[in-house]
């Protein structure tokens, strides 16, 4: 008999998509606003569109993600549903990290360029090249979270993240998955 896997927060709390570096995106797009206000050259304004395409795809992400409690009030006739909500949200982060990445590389080719008369200096694209990288992390670190949230909703339940393999279990343990 298969048993209820462990909640993914029980089972791995320090990977949980909730322990997870979400955060309100609302100063980061306003910081994007004002930069793209003052971007006077083509790569300046393409940074700053992949900036809030990585946003928006960020936000859908986590809207999709806080949908998922709700289907897992009855998890097992639902346990599809999760996982294609998981997976969308995976993929949502994962282009968000794409649109972060192509951002950052626009802002190193403004760098490339003449200094402009905005007020925009090489120091501070610099800056935001570093500043974005980092987003770009972060939203693979979410990424991450959920993905090992995802396997730790499937038996066995001693799951690992990392080298370990996550089919480790207990002899008794696969006698009951095979039956």
Same mark, same amino acid.
């Given at each position: ?45 393409? #940074? ?6 990585a /946003? $928006?795809e960020?936000?859908? @992400? ?6 998922? !409690? +709700? ?18 949200s ?8 794409t ?34 990288? #980092? ?6 670190? /979410? $990424?991450?979270?959920?993905? @090992?949230?995802q396997?730790?909703?499937?038996? !066995? +339940? ?22």
């Amino acid at each position: 008999m298969i048993h209820s896997p462990t909640p993914p927060e029980e089972e791995h709390p320090f990977f949980s998509a909730q322990n997870a570096p979400w955060m309100p995106l609302d100063e980061l797009a306003a910081v994007w606003a004002a930069f793209g206000c003052q971007a006077s050259t083509a790569t300046a304004a393409r #940074a700053t569109s992949e900036a809030f395409a990585a /946003i $928006a795809e960020e936000r859908a @992400a986590l809207h999709t993600y806080t949908t998922i !409690p +709700t289907m897992q009030r009855s998890w097992t006739s639902r346990r599809t549903q999760v996982v294609a909500l998981h997976q969308c949200s995976i993929e949502s982060l994962m282009q968000a990290a794409t649109h972060w990445f192509a951002a950052a590389c626009a802002l190193q080719e403004s760098i490339e360029q003449p200094v402009q008369e905005n007020g925009v200096t090489h120091e501070h694209v610099q800056f935001l090249v570093g500043h974005t990288l #980092a987003q770009r992390l972060r939203v693979w670190t /979410i $990424a991450q979270h959920l993905l @090992a949230e995802q396997v730790a909703n499937y038996p !066995p +339940t001693q799951h690992t993240v990392g080298a370990a393999s996550v089919t480790d279990c207990s002899e008794k343990q696969q006698q009951e998955i095979a039956r």
